[in-house]
Each structure stands twice: as structure tokens, then as C-alpha cells.
């Protein structure tokens, strides 16, 4: 079972970059790690996956060192639009899919 | 690509009727979907898990008697709570996972179905 820690909430500002870190302690050798973020009344929506290392895309990057328990979403030069729920999760054949309570991100203007 | 689908988005019924929710891979074959039920300011919670031509594995607690899930296709999956009471009401949102972009692994999730049960 792949349970992972993230805070509760974080505050930022607009412009600002957000870096938001996940704990998985016992990720497996096959499993990825995956970040999705929620608007409320919506369902999550795939930001970006990795495995190890640095993954990029047009909306995020994502750090995972080398020992792969934690992993760290960066959100450059947030939004308003950008405040939601972000979720990390472990995932991979035969897990127990467990979304933790995510992250509660809230951009200031 | 890998866009799910639900139907309905939101549904009101009386106390004692059953609802149900259509979950739909709209650009691939998803071989496992999931089912799963989030309360206001709350996590996601799965409550079981299917795939396509077999029974789905409930999580604990979740009554598969009460919520019915069939998976038929590689592009269907449809949950039906019977007899609905209030204490159902909830937002329930399928995800499904299948060759796409050559891993099977991840979750692409539909927009969710809120419902309210009077």
C-alpha cells in the first residue's frame, strides 16, 4: 500500500513559483509517481508523471531524487487559476490506489 | 487523448431509487477503470476496482450488494447504487487506465457525477 504525505495547504502569490514536496516512503521498484490537480466539483486532471529525476512539461516539473521516497511538483509563476487541490500519487500493478488528503494550493493576487 | 467521460454530471432522486452512472474512455481501451466517492472537502476514496469481462473487487467497507459496478466493454463501465438514501449523496468520479502512451498504469479521470439523494 503506497501512502504518501503531502501539507495539508500552501499560500502563494501570483508570479510566484510553487513547489510542493510528497513523501512515499515505500513507492516500489515499478511504480511512478503521478501529480493531478482538483477543482472543486470536478475530477482530477493529470499534470505530469515521472520516475526518476526530472520530468518537464508546459505546466509543471517534477523533481524525484535518487532514492524515489519523495517527490517534488514545481508550479512556475502560479496564477489565480492555478488555486486547486493537488494530489500526488503512487501508482503501479498492484497497488491499492490511496489518495491522500493533497495539497489545498491558494494564489493571492 | 485519454479522455474519460460520465453521465450524468449530476442527478437528484428520491430516497429508495436506484442511480446509474455511465463511465466512458472515449479515446482508448481502458482495461481497469475505478469507482471512486469524494465528501465535500475530502479526499478521493476508491471504492472498487473493475476490469473489463470480471467481477470488480470492492474496497473495505464499500457494500458491492449496494453499488453495482459492470465493466462489459473496454470503453464502459456503469455504477448503479440501489436504493439510494440520503446518506449517499455524494460526488462519484470513475477513473480508467489502459495503453496510453505506452503505460497502462495511470489514472485519467472523468468530470464526476454528483448526487443527491431527498
Known amino acids: ?109 | 487523448g485519454a479522455v474519460v467521460s460520465q453521465h450524468p454530471s449530476w442527478v437528484i432522486c428520491k430516497s429508495g431509487t436506484s442511480v446509474k452512472i455511465e463511465c466512458r474512455s472515449l479515446d482508448f481501451q481502458a482495461t481497469t477503470m475505478f469507482w471512486y466517492r469524494q465528501f465535500p472537502k475530502q479526499s478521493l476514496m476508491l471504492m472498487a476496482t473493475s476490469n473489463e469481462g470480471s467481477k470488480a473487487t470492492y474496497e473495505q467497507g464499500v457494500e458491492k450488494d449496494k453499488f453495482l459496478i459492470n465493466h462489459a466493454s473496454l470503453t464502459l463501465s456503469t455504477l448503479t447504487v440501489t436504493s439510494a438514501h440520503p446518506e449517499d449523496s455524494s460526488f462519484y468520479i470513475c477513473s480508467a487506465s489502459g495503453l496510453v502512451s505506452g503505460r497502462e498504469e495511470t489514472q485519467y479521470f472523468g468530470p464526476g457525477t454528483r448526487l443527491l439523494v431527498l
Open chain 1, 1 to 109: 500500500l503506497a501512502k504518501t504525505t503531502q501539507p495539508i495547504s500552501m499560500d502563494s502569490y501570483e508570479g510566484q513559483e510553487v513547489n510542493i514536496t510528497c513523501s512515499h516512503n515505500n513507492i516500489a521498484t515499478n511504480d511512478y509517481i503521478t501529480w493531478y490537480q482538483q477543482f472543486p466539483s470536478q475530477g482530477p486532471r493529470f499534470i505530469i508523471q515521472g520516475y526518476k529525476t526530472k520530468v518537464t512539461n508546459e505546466v509543471a516539473s517534477l523533481f524525484i531524487p535518487a532514492d524515489r521516497k519523495s517527490s517534488t511538483l514545481s508550479l512556475p509563476r502560479v496564477s489565480l487559476s492555478d488555486t486547486a487541490v493537488y494530489y500526488c500519487l503512487v501508482e503501479g500493478w498492484g497497488q491499492n490506489f490511496v489518495f491522500g488528503p493533497g495539497t489545498r494550493l491558494s494564489v493571492l493576487p
